[in-house]
């Protein structure tokens, strides 16, 4: 057997989303510019442990009416910090993280 050369494929320059669309920095900007424009708040909550909590919450928070964007930084063991980004009603988002069990913390 002889060794085969492999040829890179070629990039597209049409078709798919990820190889057709605006590099990635503009991208990133883009993305960026819309969620700075929407109002953000962070809430302290008691409990979350483990990715699934984290996702119990966010699926939770994300029905809400006003809310455009839920981003965690899960503490395990401690008090993670949920913002939300969007015009939902701070006791709604209250309500939504005691439903799914667990406790915004006092500020």
């Keep these: ?17 990820c190889c057709a669309t605006a590099p990635v920095e503009d991208r990133a900007a883009a993305e960026a510019t819309a969620t700075s424009a929407a ?3 962070m ?4 409990g979350m442990t483990c990715g699934h909590c984290a996702d119990s919450v966010t699926t ?3 029905v ?8 965690i930084d899960l503490a395990p063991g401690g008090i993670s910090t949920v913002t939300v980004a ?4 701070p006791a709604a988002v209250r309500a939504a993280v005691a439903e799914a ?6 500020a």
């Design 60 to 62: 939770a928070i994300t």
């Design 86 to 89: 969007g015009a939902a009603a």
């Design 64 to 71: 809400l009416e006003g809310v455009e964007e839920v981003r």
């Design 39 to 41: 109002e953000t708040t």
């Design 1 to 17: 057997m002889s060794p085969e050369t492999l040829r890179p494929l070629p990039m597209a320059s049409t078709g798919c989303s």
């Design 101 to 106: 069990g667990y406790t915004v913390a006092d």
């Design 43 to 46: 809430y302290p909550v008691r």
